[in-house]
Nanobody, 115 residues
Framework: QVQLVESGGGLVQAGGSLRLSCAASGIIFRDNVMGWYRQVPGKQRELVASITSDGSTNYADSVKGRFTISRDNAKNMVYLQMNSLKPEDTAVYYC?????????WGQGTQVTVSS
């Protein structure tokens, strides 16, 4: 059974930091792409950052220079370090695993940034 479990969300003041974690189980944690997405009510889910098995990363323009995605293949973990948080970063953050042809999502974790 595939499971992606996010943790680390919460309430933080603008300018603060949070570190999200995603624990993956039931999957082969190689030759895949792991990603963090976020969604606010009434809007489409959007890519925040992604990382391939060999460590290549991709970021949304809105988070470049502030967020860092990383992974620990030995522990089947993916992380999102979020610094200099802004109120517009407030959203539910989801972990996504992509390994053709399969895609799996976590249940999400709420991040709220107060001004």
């Amino acid at each position: 059974q595939v499971q992606l479990v996010e943790s680390g969300g919460g309430l933080v003041q603008a300018g603060g930091s949070l570190r999200l974690s995603c624990a993956a189980s039931g999957i082969i944690f190689r030759d895949n792409v792991m990603g963090w997405y976020r969604q606010v009510p009434g809007k489409q889910r959007e890519l925040v950052a992604s990382i391939t098995s060999d460590g290549s990363t991709n970021y949304a323009d809105s988070v470049k220079g502030r967020f860092t995605i990383s992974r620990d293949n030995a522990k089947n973990m993916v992380y999102l370090q979020m610094n200099s948080l802004k109120p517009e970063d407030t959203a539910v953050y989801y972990c996504k695993h992509s390994q053709y042809p399969y895609v799996y999502w976590g249940q999400g974790t709420q991040v709220t940034v107060s001004s």
